[in-house]
């Protein structure tokens, strides 16, 4: 790229524009900065890693740069599985969110979101489309989140994620099932998330239980 100061000229903007604008195209992954060379577009996108106890956090922070689409907002009847993760009757009605999550302009996850229908009045399409979800609607509803199970799967993408993720056949897709549980242990969401094989990993921290043993406390 131009050094600082082209681009300022070339645009008729401050070194202190030209340097924010660089800092979000970094951000997105699609410049990247050289020393003693100077800012670089990357021929391809950055790989990204998502952590599973602090998502929120990181989106928040600027330092996942994710843009959210809503494909669906459907009303529909809990499957056997869905309904056995969320303690309802099968058949039972739920919210069911589709999403499709942008980094850098290029597809990286598709997400699905099941919700018990009782509790899901307060999800807004803006709500529902944000990458700040769990936040907003805790906000929104005044349900309070304090813990999940996650299922962690690698699968063979189907015609759907093939044609959203922008991935062939032969690209596998990270599965991440999340069921998460208020403060009264009621579990409130189902949420399955494909992640794109070729440009993400998961990472999470466990916290072991601590156990006092004839020797001296343990963490198991």
Request: proline letters at 5%; aromatic letters at 6%.
């Amino acid at each position: 790229m131009p050094s600082e100061s082209q681009l300022s000229s070339e645009f008729g903007v401050s070194r202190i524009t030209v340097r924010r604008s660089i800092h979000e195209l970094t951000l997105d992954g699609l410049v990247i900065n050289r020393h003693g060379i100077g800012n670089i577009v990357r021929d391809r996108p950055r790989n990204v890693e998502i952590g599973m106890a602090n998502f929120t956090s990181e989106v928040a922070a600027g330092r996942l740069r994710l843009v959210r689409t809503l494909l669906e907002d459907s009303t529909v009847a809990a499957a056997d599985q869905v309904a056995g993760k969320l303690g309802l009757q099968p058949g039972s009605l739920t919210r069911h969110l589709v999403r499709l999550d942008l980094e850098g302009g290029v597809p990286l996850s598709v997400d699905e979101a099941f919700i018990p229908l009782s509790i899901a009045r307060d999800i807004t399409p803006e709500i529902g489309s944000s990458p700040l979800f769990m936040h907003e609607w805790q906000v929104a509803s005044k349900l309070h989140f304090v813990h999940s199970q996650f299922e962690i799967s690698v699968q063979e993408p189907d015609a759907f994620h093939q044609r959203v993720l922008q991935i062939g056949a032969d690209v596998p897709v990270l599965v991440s099932g999340e069921l998460v549980f208020d403060i009264n242990d009621r579990p409130c969401l189902w949420i399955v998330s494909r992640y794109r094989g070729d440009r993400s990993s998961l990472y999470g921290t466990a916290t072991l239980v601590q156990k006092e043993t004839k020797a001296g406390v343990v963490g198991e």
